[in-house]
Protein backbone atom coordinates (compact mmCIF):
# COMPACT_ATOMS: atom_id res chain seq x y z
CA UNK A 1 0.00 0.00 0.00
CA UNK A 2 1.15 3.29 -0.93
CA UNK A 3 1.86 5.68 2.18
CA UNK A 4 -0.45 9.05 2.08
CA UNK A 5 2.54 11.02 2.51
CA UNK A 6 4.14 9.73 -0.35
CA UNK A 7 1.30 9.48 -2.56
CA UNK A 8 0.58 13.97 -1.09
CA UNK A 9 4.35 14.33 -2.48
CA UNK A 10 3.73 12.62 -5.87
CA UNK A 11 0.48 14.70 -6.52
CA UNK A 12 1.29 17.78 -5.38
CA UNK A 13 4.73 18.53 -5.83
CA UNK A 14 6.47 15.99 -8.61
CA UNK A 15 3.69 16.20 -10.83
CA UNK A 16 3.53 19.89 -11.05
CA UNK A 17 7.67 20.33 -11.18
CA UNK A 18 7.52 17.38 -14.62
CA UNK A 19 3.99 19.62 -15.85
CA UNK A 20 6.08 22.59 -15.73
CA UNK A 21 9.40 21.13 -17.28
CA UNK A 22 7.33 19.81 -20.30
CA UNK A 23 5.64 23.31 -21.15
CA UNK A 24 8.78 24.65 -20.60
CA UNK A 25 10.44 22.44 -23.18
CA UNK A 26 7.07 22.81 -25.90
CA UNK A 27 7.16 26.33 -24.90
CA UNK A 28 11.02 27.06 -26.25
CA UNK A 29 10.25 25.21 -29.28
CA UNK A 30 7.01 25.76 -30.65
CA UNK A 31 7.25 29.31 -28.68
CA UNK A 32 5.36 30.98 -25.77
CA UNK A 33 1.99 32.00 -27.45
CA UNK A 34 1.73 28.84 -29.42
CA UNK A 35 2.39 26.59 -26.10
CA UNK A 36 -0.14 28.55 -24.46
CA UNK A 37 -3.14 28.50 -27.52
CA UNK A 38 -2.50 24.93 -27.11
CA UNK A 39 -3.00 24.65 -23.65
CA UNK A 40 -6.58 26.92 -24.08
CA UNK A 41 -7.50 24.54 -26.85
CA UNK A 42 -6.79 21.36 -25.33
CA UNK A 43 -8.61 22.63 -22.04
CA UNK A 44 -12.11 23.80 -23.99
CA UNK A 45 -11.60 20.19 -26.34
CA UNK A 46 -11.15 18.20 -23.28
CA UNK A 47 -14.43 19.96 -21.20
CA UNK A 48 -16.47 19.16 -24.36
CA UNK A 49 -15.45 15.73 -24.77
CA UNK A 50 -15.85 15.05 -20.71
CA UNK A 51 -19.29 16.71 -21.59
CA UNK A 52 -20.74 14.06 -24.26
CA UNK A 53 -19.42 11.20 -22.51
CA UNK A 54 -20.79 12.12 -19.04
CA UNK A 55 -24.15 12.68 -20.61
CA UNK A 56 -23.32 8.92 -22.25
CA UNK A 57 -23.06 7.62 -18.73
CA UNK A 58 -25.68 9.46 -17.42
CA UNK A 59 -27.86 7.49 -20.08
CA UNK A 60 -26.19 4.03 -19.18
CA UNK A 61 -27.01 4.99 -15.47
CA UNK A 62 -30.78 5.80 -15.97
CA UNK A 63 -31.01 2.00 -18.32
CA UNK A 64 -30.03 0.45 -15.45
CA UNK A 65 -32.07 1.75 -12.90
CA UNK A 66 -34.92 1.37 -15.16
CA UNK A 67 -33.92 -2.18 -15.09
CA UNK A 68 -34.07 -2.56 -11.56
CA UNK A 69 -30.12 -3.04 -11.60
CA UNK A 70 -27.58 -0.96 -9.67
CA UNK A 71 -25.37 1.47 -12.06
CA UNK A 72 -22.46 0.91 -9.50
CA UNK A 73 -19.71 0.53 -12.86
CA UNK A 74 -21.58 3.40 -14.63
CA UNK A 75 -21.22 5.49 -11.50
CA UNK A 76 -17.72 4.72 -10.81
CA UNK A 77 -17.07 6.08 -14.41
CA UNK A 78 -18.84 9.18 -13.87
CA UNK A 79 -16.71 9.72 -10.80
CA UNK A 80 -13.61 8.91 -13.22
CA UNK A 81 -14.96 11.15 -16.09
CA UNK A 82 -15.15 13.99 -13.03
CA UNK A 83 -11.55 13.70 -12.56
CA UNK A 84 -10.69 13.33 -16.15
CA UNK A 85 -12.52 16.90 -16.86
CA UNK A 86 -10.39 18.07 -13.66
CA UNK A 87 -7.40 16.67 -15.31
CA UNK A 88 -8.67 18.08 -18.60
CA UNK A 89 -8.90 21.89 -17.03
CA UNK A 90 -4.95 21.80 -15.80
CA UNK A 91 -2.36 23.24 -17.55
CA UNK A 92 -0.10 20.99 -18.85
CA UNK A 93 0.39 18.21 -21.68
CA UNK A 94 1.08 15.08 -19.58
CA UNK A 95 -2.49 15.50 -17.33
CA UNK A 96 -3.80 16.07 -20.71
CA UNK A 97 -2.72 13.10 -22.36
CA UNK A 98 -3.28 10.99 -19.26
CA UNK A 99 -7.35 12.89 -19.83
CA UNK A 100 -7.48 12.19 -23.15
CA UNK A 101 -6.10 8.39 -22.80
CA UNK A 102 -9.23 8.10 -19.75
CA UNK A 103 -11.70 9.34 -21.98
CA UNK A 104 -11.73 6.02 -24.07
CA UNK A 105 -14.68 4.18 -23.08
CA UNK A 106 -13.26 0.79 -22.66
CA UNK A 107 -9.85 1.75 -21.35
CA UNK A 108 -12.04 3.89 -18.26
CA UNK A 109 -14.07 0.80 -17.81
CA UNK A 110 -10.92 -1.43 -17.59
CA UNK A 111 -9.18 1.24 -14.91
CA UNK A 112 -12.35 1.28 -13.25
CA UNK A 113 -12.88 -2.45 -12.88
CA UNK A 114 -8.71 -3.10 -12.37
CA UNK A 115 -9.43 -0.37 -9.58
CA UNK A 116 -12.00 -2.10 -8.11
CA UNK A 117 -10.23 -5.63 -8.35
CA UNK A 118 -7.02 -4.14 -6.89
CA UNK A 119 -9.28 -2.65 -3.88
CA UNK A 120 -10.92 -6.49 -3.37
CA UNK A 121 -14.50 -5.22 -4.18
CA UNK A 122 -14.61 -7.17 -6.87
CA UNK A 123 -13.54 -10.73 -6.92
CA UNK A 124 -12.97 -13.11 -10.06
CA UNK A 125 -14.64 -16.17 -9.66
CA UNK A 126 -17.31 -14.59 -7.09
CA UNK A 127 -19.24 -18.42 -5.70
CA UNK A 128 -22.63 -16.38 -5.62
CA UNK A 129 -25.07 -18.50 -7.65
CA UNK A 130 -26.80 -16.62 -10.12
CA UNK A 131 -30.35 -15.29 -9.08
CA UNK A 132 -33.27 -17.23 -10.40
CA UNK A 133 -34.84 -15.55 -13.51
CA UNK A 134 -38.30 -18.17 -13.71
CA UNK A 135 -40.26 -15.36 -11.70
CA UNK A 136 -39.52 -12.66 -13.72
CA UNK A 137 -38.36 -10.47 -10.55
CA UNK A 138 -42.23 -10.98 -8.95
CA UNK A 139 -42.25 -12.52 -5.66
CA UNK A 140 -45.76 -14.69 -5.02
CA UNK A 141 -47.26 -13.51 -1.52
CA UNK A 142 -50.30 -12.19 0.20
CA UNK A 143 -50.96 -9.11 2.22
CA UNK A 144 -53.50 -7.84 4.18
CA UNK A 145 -53.90 -4.33 5.40
CA UNK A 146 -55.30 -3.46 8.85
CA UNK A 147 -56.57 0.11 9.17
Known amino acids: MISPVFLFLVLFVAAPLV ?3 VLIEVGSRIGALATIALSVFTAVLG ?5 LQGFSVLFRVQESMAR ?3 PALELME ?12 LPGFI ?3 VGFLLLIPPLRRAVVLWILRSR ?9 PPQDKSH ?3 IEG ?3 RDD
Do not use: N
Not at 47 to 51: F, I, P, S, Y
Open 120 to 128: GVIRPGDPR
Open 95 to 97: TDA
Open 78 to 89: GAMLLLVGFALL
Open 47 to 51: GALVR
Open 68 to 70: AQV
Open 142 to 144: ESR
Open 136 to 138: GGY
Open 19 to 21: ELY
